[in-house]
């Protein structure tokens, strides 16, 4: 029967889990419990999730992810999630847009204005309209 981990032996693997390390968070526990691999699995994925949940991520981490927001990048923070928790898209997607809407609620997130592809295409007529109109008034 495999072992408890005390405090300190989760503090080591939940250091592993907060740099996205999972497979050697779970190699980790199954030395320190003999547990078998089934077993390690899914313990550290249920320490992870909990992590996740309870927010007792690495405030650096947070910190990324914060200001990929703030510059209006949500895919870029969705990776960095995904890369901080080891968790799928849906979660992270689902995590990083609670974690926008309580930025915005709290008044740390001011949403950005986009220029897109309008803007590119208005200054692309605005400057190729007079070069047109000069061409042909010059073959004239």
Do not use: F
């Not at 313990?43 to 999730?49: G, T």
């Not at 609670?98 to 930025?103: N, V």
């Amino acid at each position: 029967m495999p072992t408890q981990l005390g405090e300190s032996d989760w503090q080591e693997i939940d250091a592993l889990l907060a740099e996205a390390r999972l497979i050697e968070a779970i190699k980790r526990y199954r030395e320190q419990t003999g547990a078998g691999l089934a077993e390690a699995k899914a313990a550290v994925e249920q320490r992870q999730q909990g992590l996740v949940l309870s927010g007792q991520a690495r405030t650096e981490d947070w910190a990324s992810i914060d200001d990929a927001l703030a510059r209006g990048n949500k895919i870029e923070a969705i990776k960095l999630h995904r890369s901080m928790t080891g968790l799928g898209l849906a979660e992270s997607k689902t995590a990083v847009e609670a974690r926008e809407s309580e930025l915005r609620a709290s008044g740390r997130l001011i949403p950005q204005a986009k220029s897109g592809c309008m803007g590119v295409l208005l200054l692309s007529v605005a400057l190729i309209a007079p070069a047109i109109w000069l061409i042909l008034n010059i073959m004239e």
